[in-house]
Antibody, heavy 122, light 108 residues
Framework: QVQLVESGGGVVQPGRSLRLSCATS????????MHWVRQAPGKGLEWVAV????????YYADSVKGRFTISRDNSKNTLSLQMSSLRIEDTALYYC???????????????WGRGTLVTVSS | SYVLTQPPSVSVAPGQTARITCGGN??????VQWYQQRPGQAPVLVVY???DRPSGIPERFSGSNSGNAATLNINRVEDGDEADYYC???????????FGGGTKLTVL
């Protein structure tokens, strides 16, 4: 079955960097767009970024544009999120999510991991 | 920026029908997804493309979308349906994903 397992979260000071990873299995990773979605404690969902199935296209939420970079390694079935210049408001549970559509991304999230918690605090 | 508005809470007795609305300017021109998030768990896609269900989602879940409002209907509500529900669209004019603020469904 489809599995998405995030890792790399932790406590980090404002202005510092952190890299998240998402290990996947149970589907043809290289055929699907992948996303990061976050949820601040006690708050709603916020989409962060998407990367196309082959890795050639990336799009970001305005709130993270220029600070976060999404990437993927199709040979290792792994998705990553490099976060830099972190702010207090980036504190959230970060989910890795698979796009529903093959060879495209329609911004429909059909499988989610359990998330990894990032806390930005001095 | 595009805004989706959901009621903070909806309550329904077991066996009844729950209706959760999602308001947005001309939302009928967009495709709507709905996610269920039980406490402490990751979200689950329950409806996509306004009214399609992923495999494994009961037929009790259905959606509609027209004009300025989309609706998630849950027929014959069960205790296990108690969760937060989020609507979501893609706003192509700004290249951004938009989620509603979420609705807490309470089964009385």
């Amino acid at each position: 079955q489809v599995q998405l397992v995030e890792s790399g979260g932790g406590v980090v000071q404002p202005g510092r960097s952190l890299r998240l990873s998402c290990a996947t299995s149970g589907f043809s990773f290289g055929d699907y767009g992948m996303h990061w979605v976050r949820q601040a404690p006690g708050k709603g969902l916020e989409w962060v970024a998407v990367i196309s199935f082959e890795g050639s296209n990336e799009y970001y939420a305005d709130s993270v544009k220029g600070r976060f970079t999404i990437s993927r390694d199709n040979s290792k079935n792994t998705l990553s999120l490099q976060m830099s210049s972190l702010r207090i408001e980036d504190t959230a549970l970060y989910y890795c999510a698979k796009d529903l559509s093959e060879y495209n991304y329609n911004y429909q999230f059909d499988y989610w991991g359990r998330g990894t918690l990032v806390t930005v605090s001095s | 920026s595009y805004v989706l508005t959901q009621p903070p809470s909806v309550s329904v007795a077991p066996g009844q029908t729950a209706r959760i609305t999602c308001g947005g300017n001309n939302i009928g021109s967009k495709t709507v997804q709905w996610y269920q998030q039980r406490p402490g768990q990751a979200p689950v896609l329950v409806v996509y493309d306004d009214n399609d269900r992923p495999s494994g989602i009961p037929e009790r879940f259905s959606g509609s979308n027209s004009g300025n409002a989309a609706t998630l209907n849950i027929n014959r509500v069960e205790d296990g349906d108690e969760a937060d529900y989020y609507c979501q669209v893609w706003d192509g004019s700004e290249d951004q994903v938009v989620f509603g603020g979420g609705t807490k469904l309470t089964v009385l």
